[in-house]
């Protein structure tokens, strides 16, 4: 059987701050970093067969935790960076609707951003899949580990589940170093066997 477990990295200051980092390389603080380390044993015993991550600081320090437990090596791929929100990166939530209110607006909506500097949901949503269905193919009916942010996990995962985009927002958001956990059977295909696990 075929397993995909979707880890999102441990906490950083942006996170407690609630600054939006998009692809900006933010470094895991102290409790993110316990966190990766407090987890990583749990996901050890599912007996990964390989271990992909994002490559920014934030995922690689989070799976590095797990690469020491199992001997792999972690296997990098930009593809699975979260989405790139151009100049709203850095900013928080205020700030956002401060400069940007017509755009603020449409956050967690179907309707588009202005800026073209905003990655598009399905442009992330393109690359990630295709990261997954590489990892899919690589472990050939093992599992894998891929380690990831928060939006970028729920579109591969909505993704890869078959969900339209409109429902997408139905699969709660991970928390810091929280997982999913897909399996794929042959007659059932992909399925959701936990979400937000931790």
């Known amino acids: 059987m075929t397993r995909l477990i979707v880890w999102r990295h441990g906490r950083t200051e942006w996170n407690a701050a609630g600054r939006v980092q998009g692809q900006l390389d933010i470094d895991l603080d102290d409790i993110g970093q316990a966190q990766a380390a407090e987890v990583a044993p749990r996901i050890a015993t599912l007996e990964p067969a390989a271990i992909i991550s994002s490559d920014l600081r934030r995922t690689v320090r989070t799976a590095a935790e797990l690469a020491m437990l199992t001997g792999l090596e972690v296997q990098l791929d930009k593809r699975l960076r979260e989405r790139d929100f151009g100049p709203w990166q850095g900013l928080t939530g205020d700030e956002i609707r401060e400069r940007y209110p017509k755009d603020h607006a449409r956050w967690g909506t179907e309707r588009p951003f202005s800026d073209p500097a905003i990655e598009t949901v399905e442009d992330m949503a393109r ?24 939006g970028a996990a729920r579109a591969g995962c909505g993704s890869l589940l078959g969900w339209p985009q409109d429902v997408w927002h139905t699969l709660g958001a991970l928390g810091n170093c929280h997982y999913s956990d897909l399996a794929h059977h042959k007659q059932r295909g992909w399925q959701l066997r936990a979400h937000n696990v931790v």
């Open 127 to 150: 690359r990630v899949i295709e990261a997954f269905r590489d990892a899919i193919e690589l472990v050939g009916g093992r599992t894998c580990v891929l380690v990831t942010h928060g």
